[in-house]
């Protein structure tokens, strides 16, 4: 469902603070020589900006492998590391899922407080833009102001919503908007999910419900489950990341706050743990401040290789 192209402007901007805590001080390695001590403040730099344990470690074996054996010679680090980054993140289907037939259904999750909520909103936007007919579907309606808070973007964006009342069945609303997205012949139905904890077993247990119900009303539904992480959390996302995947087949990683977060290597750490692809990061407040995840341009962006 390729929403837009991602865009090394944009990224730039929304990955600021990412790069004045790696980029910038590895400006300092460029056209060293590539040599055990300049590994060892490459591998903090990793660190540093919440790559990952297991992405870092990768690396910097293969970086000290190649130093013994004399290859790196007359080579630049920071080439290097751009090619071992990519390489982490190649191979995984980034795309939205599509139906065979309308509607689409994209199931979103996340624990309060990650801009779940508003990444609905942004995803619908998005959706608008390329003149898809979208119907929201309110079933976070155990979250005080949840089901208004969507209702205020479904009306800024012109957007139609199903929703119930504060403390409603969220299975029951998930079924009306099925029904609803079906009888409309809308092209993707969005829905939000209760926000919950990841150590409440009783309401992801309700998520899973959800998407049954979801599959019950519309052939091989959800057809899209994302979830939403905020980038500002760093490793923390991975524990939400491994519980929710216990309930709900995850599909794609919407990465909130990129903006807000000075380590944005946590998406090599979200992908090497738990194997979801991230699909669309949230780099501002608008709505349109979204863009589908490109591992080059995410690459280029973090360790500020201009073009």
Do not use: C, Y
Request: aromatic share 2%; charged share 25%.
């Amino acid at each position: 469902m390729g929403l837009f192209r991602a865009t090394i402007e944009a990224l730039h901007r929304g990955l600021s603070k990412t790069r004045s805590s790696l980029a910038s001080p590895l400006a300092s390695l460029r056209g060293r020589t590539i040599d055990q001590e300049t590994i060892d403040e490459l591998e903090h730099l990793l660190l540093t900006s919440d790559v990952g344990v297991t992405t870092t470690e990768a690396i910097i074996q293969e970086l000290r492998g190649s130093v013994a054996d004399g290859a790196l010679k007359d080579k630049d680090i920071i080439d290097i590391l751009r090619e071992a980054l990519l390489k982490r993140l190649q191979g995984k289907d980034r795309t939205i899922a599509v139906a065979d037939s309308s509607p689409t259904a994209i199931l979103v999750a996340g624990v309060n407080g990650v801009g779940k909520t508003t990444s609905v909103a942004k995803i619908g936007k998005a959706l608008r833009d390329e003149n898809r007919s979208v119907l929201l579907a309110a079933a976070d309606t155990f979250r005080a102001g949840a089901v208004s808070q969507l209702t205020t973007w479904a009306e800024r964006l012109g957007i139609d919503i199903v929703k119930g009342e504060q403390g409603a069945d969220p299975a029951a609303v998930t079924f009306d908007a099925a029904s609803a997205a079906i009888a409309r012949n809308i092209d993707v139905l969005l829905i939000d999910t209760a926000g919950r904890l990841h150590t409440q077993e009783p309401l992801m247990r309700q998520l899973t419900k959800i998407q049954a119900i979801t599959n019950k009303k519309i052939d091989g539904a959800p057809h899209e489950v994302l979830l939403v992480l905020d980038g500002t959390q760093g490793q923390n996302t991975l524990i939400q990341a491994k519980k929710f995947s216990e309930s709900i087949q995850v599909t794609g990683i919407f990465l909130s706050k990129l903006d807000g977060t000075a380590r944005g290597g946590i998406v090599f750490a979200i992908e090497d743990e738990t194997g979801i692809p991230v699909k669309l990061v949230g780099i501002g407040e608008r709505p349109e401040d979204v863009e589908p995840f490109d591992p080059e341009t995410f690459v280029d962006a973090l360790i500020d290789i201009s073009r």
